[in-house]
C-alpha cells in the first residue's frame, strides 16, 4: 500500500531578539534555538524535502539540514511571519505599560484590530493559504517538512480544522513545536507530534 503523503510544519526556535513581537524582522537562533529544533528534526524524520520562509531563523537550519542530508530545499517567501507595524521588537511587557487597550483588543479579536500599520489578518491568511493550497496540490515527494512561523502555522491549523480567523492566537505553537498534517483524499489529519518547547510566547512570540 502506497505512503499517505504528509507535510510537517515546524516552528523556529528561540530567537537572538527575546520574546516579543518578531515578524518580520530577520533575527538568527540563539543555540538554544538550534538545539529546540535539531531536537524536533532528530525525533521526527526523515523527511524528503525542506520548505522554509527566507527569514534567516527559518532559512539558516532548514539550508543546514538540506545540505547535510542531500535534499532539495525550497525558499517560499509567502510563508513568512506577519508584519505587525509599529509593535515589530516591542515585548507584550512594553505594550502592557504604553497601550494596554490595543494590545488587549488585539488579544481578543485579532482579525479587527491589528496593530497600527500592520499586514491586515486577512492579506495574511491569503497568502499563507495560497502557499499552503499549492503544497498540497503539488505531486511533490512523501515526507515534507515546512520551515516557517507561528502565525503562518497557526492559520494553517484554523484552515484545517474549519474555526475561526478569530480563533488565531487561541491555538498553541510553541518554539520548535512540530504539526504533521497527512494528506488523506478524503480529508487531512492533524497530529501534534511530542517534542521540545517553550511554553511561553506571543504570536512571533506570537512569531
Same mark, same amino acid.
Given at each position: 500500500?502506497?505512503?499517505?503523503?504528509?507535510?510537517?510544519?515546524?516552528? #523556529?526556535? @528561540?530567537?537572538?531578539?527575546?520574546?516579543?513581537?518578531?515578524?518580520?524582522? *530577520? %533575527?538568527?537562533?540563539?543555540?538554544?534555538?538550534?538545539? @529546540?529544533?535539531? /531536537?524536533?528534526? *532528530?525525533?521526527?524524520?526523515?523527511? !524528503?524535502?525542506?520548505?522554509?520562509?527566507?527569514?534567516?531563523?527559518?532559512?539558516?537550519?532548514?539550508?543546514?539540514?538540506? /545540505?547535510?542530508?542531500?535534499?532539495?530545499?525550497?525558499? &517560499?517567501?509567502?510563508?513568512?511571519?506577519?508584519?505587525?507595524?509599529?509593535?515589530?521588537? =516591542?515585548?507584550?511587557? *512594553?505594550?502592557?505599560?504604553? %497601550?494596554? &487597550?490595543?494590545?488587549?483588543?488585539?488579544?481578543?479579536?485579532?482579525?479587527?484590530?491589528?496593530?497600527?500599520?500592520? &499586514? +491586515?489578518?486577512?492579506?495574511?491568511? *491569503?497568502?499563507?493559504?495560497?502557499?499552503?493550497?499549492?503544497?498540497?496540490?503539488?505531486?511533490?515527494?512523501?515526507?515534507?517538512?515546512?520551515?516557517?512561523?507561528?502565525?503562518?502555522?497557526?492559520?494553517?491549523?484554523?484552515? %484545517?480544522?474549519?474555526?475561526?480567523? @478569530? !480563533?488565531?492566537?487561541?491555538?498553541?505553537?510553541?518554539?520548535?513545536?512540530?504539526?504533521?498534517?497527512?494528506? #488523506? +483524499?478524503?480529508? #487531512?489529519?492533524? &497530529? =501534534?507530534?511530542?517534542? +521540545?518547547?517553550?511554553?511561553?510566547?506571543?504570536? %512571533?512570540?506570537?512569531?
Amino acid at each position: 500500500m502506497s505512503q499517505v503523503p504528509r507535510i510537517d510544519l515546524m516552528r #523556529h526556535g @528561540q530567537t537572538t531578539g527575546g520574546f516579543a513581537f518578531r515578524g518580520s524582522l *530577520d %533575527e538568527p537562533l540563539t543555540p538554544e534555538g538550534w538545539g @529546540q529544533m535539531q /531536537g524536533s528534526f *532528530d525525533a521526527h524524520g526523515p523527511w !524528503d524535502a525542506l520548505i522554509a520562509s527566507p527569514l534567516q531563523r527559518c532559512l539558516a537550519p532548514a539550508r543546514a539540514w538540506a /545540505g547535510a542530508a542531500g535534499l532539495a530545499l525550497q525558499e &517560499e517567501p509567502r510563508l513568512r511571519e506577519m508584519h505587525f507595524g509599529v509593535w515589530e521588537g =516591542r515585548t507584550p511587557a *512594553d505594550l502592557m505599560e504604553s %497601550e494596554p &487597550e490595543a494590545l488587549a483588543r488585539f488579544w481578543e479579536d485579532p482579525l479587527h484590530h491589528v496593530p497600527p500599520g500592520a &499586514e +491586515p489578518l486577512t492579506a495574511f491568511r *491569503d497568502r499563507v493559504l495560497a502557499a499552503w493550497g499549492d503544497l498540497v496540490r503539488a505531486p511533490a515527494p512523501a515526507r515534507r517538512l515546512v520551515v516557517t512561523h507561528g502565525g503562518v502555522i497557526r492559520l494553517i491549523l484554523l484552515h %484545517e480544522q474549519r474555526r475561526p480567523l @478569530q !480563533d488565531l492566537l487561541v491555538l498553541e505553537v510553541p518554539h520548535a513545536c512540530l504539526y504533521r498534517i497527512h494528506l #488523506h +483524499p478524503g480529508g #487531512h489529519r492533524v &497530529e =501534534r507530534l511530542p517534542v +521540545p518547547t517553550d511554553p511561553a510566547d506571543p504570536m %512571533e512570540s506570537p512569531q
